[in-house]
């Protein structure tokens, strides 16, 4: 049976179309953990799902809605560039009333509820091939943007005041790492759901900053474990008729655990720092 | 005589305040200034301005003979020092690097030569041994050395601190005024030093900057730190007593007046 539904042409899809959205995932996770953004993902994923439910009411496609909708809110929240619990409130506030209005655009519906479902919960094997190829271009796209603005993007996000003191816009790339992450959250919610987006956004980024302390190898683990996570999720719910976001949240969570469990075992003096290079 | 630093009848209001009216000064070759002054008189603003990040109200400034954005590359900015989360996934060299190419756009690699000016610029201010720890998991002084270090790695000819002693114990504001003060003394960098606490450097500072409320005054410490000097500065009676080797004012009018004795009898200019 397993093998039978590896030969499947939508399971080649499901599996290209999570490898996609897990390396945009990953990448772009890494930039909010170290901004301390977690929850601004939440928000911008809730909102894309207003988007979505509003583009449902209107008989646009929801996939465009949500982009939108994660956009709008990724470039408020960039431009706003709140820091700490100023703007857990303001993401907070605005969270909340978001999806208020997303319960009454989905209220409002009049079509099958089985594509609000799928857009909470996720719906990875019934990714089309134009779907899948809208996912890759957006993803190109975001990959291509981070590797060009990768130095400021790390320099802003780690230390901003020494940033700002070289000439770097912080501004800018504040607008920049929220757009970049409202276009992969609007990837990831194709795969596992608006509301499991933090699984492929935080988690592997908060479990690579474990295992590691140089960024780039931080950005590469972050995105291995995003594909691990999504791929053998996807495979195990081939094997189980279990809800695939279920699989991929239980690997990348359990990579997480262990990834604390070995930080913590390691010795203190020794912990976190890397093998010389130079 | 040619002048690191010119600025010339430079005004900064924000709103109806106005912070200071034709401020002039020169910084030549090897000078450490620092400046002084209470809360809310344009400390930092003056590096911003001469940063380029913000534009005088009025006046002109030069670096290095150009606008201070032109020379911006040549610039080595000490701040404050601020506490790095302990899981960042950065190293000591890593912030050290960000100095020297990190407000660069495009891929590049670390060359050889790279390597070597950071190599250079860790041990200049004894940090190689921890070069490769996470800098989440390292003390406030030792992060406050390599924020040094991230200044001096692309060969500055103009070093501005602002506050960068700030919560740092006695041992580690010797260390950071001594890195700043060899690197004038061997390299001929000028440093502008933005403290509220002259003691910890009075004895490498040749030129004090005061800025009170709306007026200012320049020159050495032994002209601007005087009972005169600052009387007329605040338009009253102030005292200022040298204790110890210490400077020690009394009486200035602002609110800060309750912050200028510390509980180590440290003393606020």
New interface residues.
């Given amino acids: 049976m397993f093998s039978q539904l590896l030969a499947q042409h939508f399971v080649h899809t499901a599996l290209l179309a999570g490898a996609v959205v897990a390396v945009v995932s990953g990448a772009i996770g ?1 930039f909010v953990v ?1 901004r ?1 953004a977690s929850f601004a993902v939440h928000a911008i994923s809730e909102l894309g799902f207003t988007g979505a439910a509003g583009a449902l009411v209107i008989g646009v496609d929801p996939v465009l809605g949500m982009m939108s909708g994660s956009i709008v809110v990724g470039f408020v929240l960039g431009l706003l560039s709140l820091r700490g619990r100023e703007r857990d409130s303001a993401i907070g506030a605005v969270l909340a009333f978001g999806l208020g209005v997303g319960v009454l655009f989905l209220s409002l519906y009049q079509g099958y509820a089985t594509e609000a479902t799928n857009l909470l919960f996720g719906s990875i094997v019934g990714v089309s091939d134009s779907q899948l190829r809208n996912l890759a271009i957006v993803a190109s796209i975001v990959m291509v943007v981070i ?6 993007l ?2 802003s996000s ?2 901003p ?8 816009p912080l501004r800018t790339l504040s607008v920049l790492t929220f757009l970049l992450l409202a276009l992969a959250t609007a990837e990831a919610i194709q795969v596992v759901g608006v509301l499991l987006v933090l699984t492929l956004v935080i988690t592997p980024a908060a479990a ?3 295992l ?4 780039e ?2 950005l590469l683990l972050s995105i291995g474990i995003a594909l691990v996570s999504t791929e053998g999720g996807i495979l195990l719910s081939l094997e189980k008729p279990w809800p695939t976001s279920f699989f991929i949240s239980a690997i990348s969570f359990a990579i997480y655990l262990i990834a604390r469990i070995v930080d913590v075992a390691r010795p203190r003096s020794t ?8 | 005589m040619s002048y690191v630093v010119s600025v010339r009848e430079l005004a900064l209001r924000f709103g109806e305040r106005r912070l200071w009216d034709d401020l002039s000064f020169e910084l030549a070759a090897g000078e450490l200034l620092a400046v002084l002054g209470p809360n809310g008189t344009g400390k930092t603003s003056l590096l911003r301005i001469l ?3 913000i534009e005088p109200s009025a006046g002109s400034v030069e670096v290095l003979g150009r606008s201070p ?1 032109q020379s ?2 040549r ?1 080595g ?1 000490v ?2 020092q ?1 506490i ?2 302990r ?5 000591a ?3 050290v690097r ?2 020297l ?8 690699l670390l060359t050889r030569d790279k ?1 070597e000016q950071i ?1 250079r610029a860790l041990t200049e201010v004894g940090a190689a041994e921890y ?4 800098i989440g ?1 390292l003390s406030g002084g030792e992060q406050q050395r390599l ?1 040094v270090a ?1 200044a001096l790695v692309a060969e500055p000819a103009l070093l ?1 601190a602002d506050e960068p002693l700030l919560s740092l114990d006695l041992s580690y504001q010797r260390i950071i005024t001594g890195l700043l003060d060899e690197r004038r003394r061997r390299f001929g960098t000028p440093v502008v030093f933005v403290t509220h606490d002259i003691n910890p450097i009075l004895p490498t500072v040749d030129r004090v900057l005061y800025l009170a409320p709306g007026r200012w005054a320049i020159g050495t410490p032994d002209e601007v730190l005087t009972s005169e000097t600052l009387s007329s500065l605040y338009e009253t009676e102030v005292d200022v007593l040298r204790v110890r080797g210490r400077v020690v004012v009394v009486g200035t009018p602002d609110d800060q007046d309750v912050h200028h004795v510390h509980e180590h009898g440290q003393v606020h200019a």
């Fill in positions: 890494v170290t301390g590797a060009l603005a990768y130095r400021p790390v320099f780690v230390d005041e020494g940033a700002e003191a070289r000439g770097v690579a900053q474990r590691t302390n140089r960024p190898a931080a912990r976190m720092s890397a093998p010389q290079t130079v | 940063l380029g990040l954005r911006r590359a610039i900015y701040p404050q601020r790095f989360d899981d960042l996934a950065l190293r060299r890593d912030l960000l100095g190419d990190g407000h660069r756009w495009g891929v590049s390597r190599e070069a490769d720890a996470p998991r924020r991230q501005l």
